[in-house]
């Protein structure tokens, strides 16, 4: 019996288009989304398809080596209206650069969205997400356009998005990381560079922010108006724009900083009307304050800051008040232990580990550039020099301390924030340079000058 199929039906066969195909061949991502049952999952092939699609049910999206979601520079590459969509292992690139529009990545506008470990290229915001209350965001890695910054979206933006999960994203060259009206959110183990603001909270309580890499950005992170919140473990590092705060802290309370290190700074940490309310006080427990330009900075009415384990460390100022105004309220310990600072000229004759005298910051160069800013021109010059050196010569001419540490620690804390800081290109830079300067430092003083061996007793003129 011949198994050849009829003429007239292998025609009928030809006619038909594939399914999830448009008419030029290619696939049909919308086709297929659209086709595709509620809660199903959709595993693309490699290749590059359409992007400009609507995701409007349950759904997964997995991607395989090299699938790319293209949205060809128009418009959001991918829309999600619906709850519980999964987007994973994608290439997602080419939005369009509107920002009246808010053109993206990927918008999600439903609760329980996963994306995770997707690949944005060339994208105005990476990831912008409405009322996606318990949302996870994982294991992306964010680009953006080469635009002028300002004319950049946010590499991850969330609002009004409670309980989500934002961890182990790298993202670099966005405008910021924002997170508005989204309580009881856990930032956690992301890397974010050379953007504006690393990360950027308002009205957002709850949150906790933990182990996260945050370097050479205009402001590592910035919080306002908002409350119980955790920061604790991270690296700010190297954000040295016009503010360039590691931390900066606005009109919040409940807030507990602890075993951050700030480094590289323009300004460590900043507190602005921080803490909020009369009745609270915050604690900054055991970080690392150290080669900032400041290392902590309060506005002079800013009072009821615990600071205690601590270590300032070679800041060119270790405190600054911003501002004129009366400053105090704040306590430079806690239960008898205090801080540990670099230039502390003190003893301890009892071996407790605590000074047996105050620390006292009363520099008269830096309070005099506190009031007038325009004198930090002169930091680190002889001019600066001389005016310090002549406070320590005649009291009278000493500021009122701006801070008073009655139990210093002597010897320097071991601050970790959770072993993973090590690793990263900061440590080993900061490791070299210190190699660097101690080798100078050596041969300065164990090479003697050219002049110095003219002038040695016996030795040819």
Not at 37 to 48: M, Q
């Amino acid at each position: 019996m011949s198994r050849a199929i009829p003429v007239t039906l292998l025609g009928l066969l030809l006619l038909l288009p594939a399914v999830g195909r448009a008419d030029d061949g290619s696939v049909d991502l919308q086709g297929l989304i659209d086709d595709a049952d509620p809660g199903s999952t959709l595993t693309l092939e490699s290749g590059t398809h359409a992007g400009g699609v609507t995701i409007d049910k349950p759904l997964t999206i997995s991607g395989t080596d090299g699938t790319v979601i293209d949205g060809g520079g128009s418009g959001t590459v991918i829309k999600v209206t619906a709850p519980d969509v999964t987007l994973k292992h994608l290439v997602i690139r080419g939005s369009g650069a509107s920002l009246d529009r808010e053109d993206s990545g990927i918008s999600a506008n439903a609760p329980r969205v996963t994306i995770t470990d997707n690949l944005f290229e060339d994208v105005l915001f990476g990831i912008f997400a409405r009322s996606a209350e318990n949302s996870v965001i994982s294991g992306n890695v964010v680009g953006a356009k080469d635009v002028f910054i300002a004319n950049r979206g946010d590499g991850i933006r969330l609002f009004e998005s409670e309980d989500s999960i934002v961890t182990d994203n790298t993202i670099s060259g966005g405008r910021d990381t924002v997170f508005w009206f989204t309580d009881r959110v856990v930032v956690k183990g992301n890397e974010i560079s050379d953007g504006r603001y690393g990360l950027h909270f308002m009205y957002s309580d709850g949150a906790t922010i933990e182990q996260n890499i945050l370097t050479r950005n205009s402001v590592g992170a910035f919080m306002m108006y908002s409350r119980d919140v955790t920061v604790r473990d991270n690296v700010m590092a190297e954000n040295f724009g016009p503010s360039g705060y590691g931390l900066g802290l606005k009109d919040m309370d409940r807030v507990a900083v602890e075993g951050n290190r700030f480094i590289g700074n323009r300004v460590g940490m900043y507190f602005d009307n921080t803490p909020y309310s009369h009745d609270e006080f915050e604690y900054i427990i055991g970080n690392l304050f150290a080669y900032n330009r400041t290392g902590v900075v309060l506005q002079p009415s800013v009072k009821r800051n615990v600071f205690s384990g601590n270590a300032f460390i070679d800041n060119a100022e270790q405190v600054g008040v911003q501002g004129t105004g009366s400053f105090s309220g704040n306590e430079w310990s806690m239960d008898g232990v205090g801080n540990y600072w670099s230039d502390f000229a003190g003893y301890d004759a009892d071996g407790n580990g605590i000074g047996d005298v105050s620390y006292l910051a009363d520099d008269l160069y830096n309070t005099l550039s506190n009031s007038y800013p325009e004198l930090q021109f002169y930091q680190e010059t002889p001019a600066a020099r001389a005016i310090t050196i002549a406070a320590e010569m005649f009291p009278v001419l000493r500021p009122r301390p701006l801070v008073e540490d009655a139990f210093p620690l002597v010897d320097q804390p071991n601050i970790q924030t959770a072993g993973f800081a090590e690793t990263t290109s900061l440590s080993r830079a900061l490791l070299l340079t210190s190699v660097v300067m101690l080798a100078a430092a050596a041969g300065a003083v164990f090479l003697p000058s050219p002049r110095r061996r003219r002038h040695q007793p016996g030795s040819p003129a």
